[in-house]
């Protein structure tokens, strides 16, 4: 995990300048300036994903159970980090007069009646490690992961609208579409190792 914790902040960072390319094209001194913040979880996890292929090649690591334990680290992690955001009021919520908003900050300190959407995701990432944890924690190595996967992007496909600012691409949201990708392959990768499983088992008897 300390190998891919680095590749984790870089793809973490080059999907959200990515994202706001307009405005580091004009000024590239910023792309790696840690000041300003500036982070997107799915970059993040994609490059890190890619070097822990090398490295279970290199260092024969048992890839399905090694990303069972990413990600429940992920989950505990986004838990407090998330509730940071709402502190600090990086990906504020957008303002909102319903029940459920209550005044916070956005990142240039405006406070106003906003949807909690940092917390959102608190309560994303709790459920999600709940579940996996007690219905996939003694299944096949990998299907902890998969299951986590498709359930947050799940979580996240149904609150992105609640940000103050949803990053777009040709008016569809980035995040929700990478949700879409997520789902599809958190589950895809559910059902394929339950019918190895199958056949396996078949094949045994």
């Not at 680095?6 to 001194?29: C, E, K």
């Not at 949807?115 to 996996?132: C, D, I, Y």
Request: hydrophobic content about 55%; glycine content about 10%; aromatic content about 12%.
């Amino acid at each position: 995990m300390l190998l891919i914790f680095p590749a984790a902040l870089v793809g973490a960072r080059l999907l959200f300048v990515a994202l706001h390319w307009n405005v580091f094209a004009h000024d590239r001194m910023r792309i790696w300036s840690t000041s300003e913040g500036g982070a997107a979880l799915y970059g993040g996890l994609v490059l890190s994903f890619l070097l822990s292929l090398a490295l279970h090649w290199m260092i024969r690591l048992p890839l399905g159970r090694f990303w069972d334990a990413v990600a429940v680290a992920m989950l505990v992690g986004m838990i407090f980090t998330r509730t940071g955001c709402a502190l600090q009021g990086c990906c504020a919520g957008r303002p909102s007069r319903s029940w459920i908003a209550f005044p916070m900050p956005d990142v240039h300190g405006v406070w106003r009646r906003r949807l909690p959407f940092p917390l959102f995701e608190v309560g994303v990432a709790a459920l999600t490690l709940a579940v996996s944890v007690r219905f996939l924690g003694k299944s096949p190595g990998g299907c902890l992961f998969l299951g986590a996967l498709a359930m947050y992007a799940g979580g996240r496909w149904l609150f992105e609208p609640a940000r103050e600012k949803v990053d777009r691409f040709r008016g569809w949201s980035v995040h929700r579409m990478i949700s879409v990708v997520l789902i599809v392959v958190g589950l895809g990768g559910l059902l394929l190792v339950h019918a190895l499983r199958s056949a396996v088992a078949t094949v045994a008897h």
